[in-house]
């Protein structure tokens, strides 16, 4: 164990700006695990923090190099003296050091056991590392919208990381759920049991009725056009937090219920997220995995804006 290889971020930029440095192995105090990672998932947040923008690269620019990454899946290989959770050679996955410290972008690092759930046999490590951060957006803004069984909900950007986890989870509350994508993701949308809505489309977001609820996923002009499809008093859950106050204000000043929403870890729902994958109640689509040295990649696809699923970084062997 002496190479721990991470991708860093040593100056706010464009994915060129990602270096592989090699740092110690560090050592888990006493509630931690040390975990060599396996795979890491990318999320957009990676990508417009490593380009300096919001509150993760305010409270990181004076600690530059930064390492990115929320998402892990990796096995224990030592454990902090007062950690009796796992055993050295547990496969674990989980949202670790959100929001400001991040760092799974590594083959190693150190986690609260506390943050950490059981990855069930034959669940892949790839599948595993994309589903945390994703999961639970998806899961806690279905929460905040208290989503019901009748409802008619749409969710927009339907097809991406956040948004096919939340059409699927939206689905078992057995809630009515339409969701929007571009034409070419709408067959995607119907496997998951959601009606296609074309945003390219004029009017997209008042020609399917009125809804109860809105998923807000995509936040700017776009979140406030998605209002006009909501009924009187309907609930709006929108999720990019920079547009945040400008969303929640429209809506509200339109007789809505906004909210906006940070994720928080919670190892309950990741693990029912993660035991619902082992039981094909739940399907993760991976647009992508890219090696480690190849993550300025990965966030070059993420930033065109397209991405169907999750994009993961596999790690390189120790
Ligand atoms: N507040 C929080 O705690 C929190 C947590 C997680 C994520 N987020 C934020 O939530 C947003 C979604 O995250 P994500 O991981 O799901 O992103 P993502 O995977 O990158 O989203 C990609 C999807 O966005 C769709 N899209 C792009 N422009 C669209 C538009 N104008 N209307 C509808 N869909 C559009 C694309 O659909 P097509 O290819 O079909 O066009 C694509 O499938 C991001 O802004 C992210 O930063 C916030």
Redesign the pocket.
């Known amino acids: 164990m002496s190479n721990n290889v991470s991708l860093a971020i040593p100056q706010f930029g464009g994915p060129e700006v990602l270096t592989a440095v090699n740092r110690p192995i560090p050592s888990p105090s006493e509630e931690q695990v040390l975990i060599q990672v396996k795979a890491a998932g990318v999320?957009?947040?990676d990508a417009?923090t490593r380009a300096g923008l919001g509150w993760a690269a305010e409270h990181n620019q004076d600690k530059l190099p930064w390492v990115p990454g929320y998402d892990v899946a990796g096995v224990v290989v030592a454990n902090g003296t007062n950690e009796s959770k796992f055993d050295v050679g547990d496969r674990v996955a989980g949202m670790i050091g959100f929001p400001t410290e991040g760092g799974g972008y590594s083959q190693y690092v150190v986690a609260d056991a506390g943050l950490l759930s059981t990855v069930p046999p034959s669940v892949p490590m790839v599948d595993a590392a994309a589903l945390p951060?994703?999961g639970l957006?998806a899961w806690q803004a279905l929460e905040h919208a208290q989503l019901r069984a009748d409802d008619k909900v749409l969710i927009?950007?339907g097809?991406?990381?956040?948004?096919h986890l939340a059409v699927q989870l939206a689905v078992r509350t057995g809630a009515n759920v339409y969701a929007?994508?571009?034409p070419?993701?709408h067959d995607f949308l119907r496997q998951l049991d959601a009606k296609p809505v074309d945003?390219h489309q004029t009017h997209w977001a008042t020609a399917h009725g009125e809804f109860d609820v809105l998923i807000d996923?995509?936040?700017g002009e776009?979140g406030i056009d998605a209002l006009a499809s909501l009924r009187t008093g309907g609930r709006v859950v929108t999720?990019?937090?920079n547009t945040r106050d400008m969303i929640t204000s429209a809506a509200t000043e339109r007789g809505l219920k906004a909210t906006g929403?940070?994720?928080e870890p919670n190892t309950w729902q990741t693990q029912r997220l993660l035991d619902m994958l082992y039981q094909g109640d739940l399907r993760i689509d991976i647009a992508a995995v890219y090696p480690l040295a190849e993550a300025a990649q990965a966030h070059v696809a993420?930033e065109e804006?397209?991405?169907?699923g999750?994009r993961v970084l596999e790690m390189p062997s120790a």
């Open positions: 999320n957009p947040i417009k951060l994703a957006t927009l950007a097809a991406g990381g956040v948004g929007t994508a571009s070419s993701n945003y996923l995509v936040g776009t999720v990019p937090t929403m940070l994720v993420l804006g397209h991405t169907r999750k």
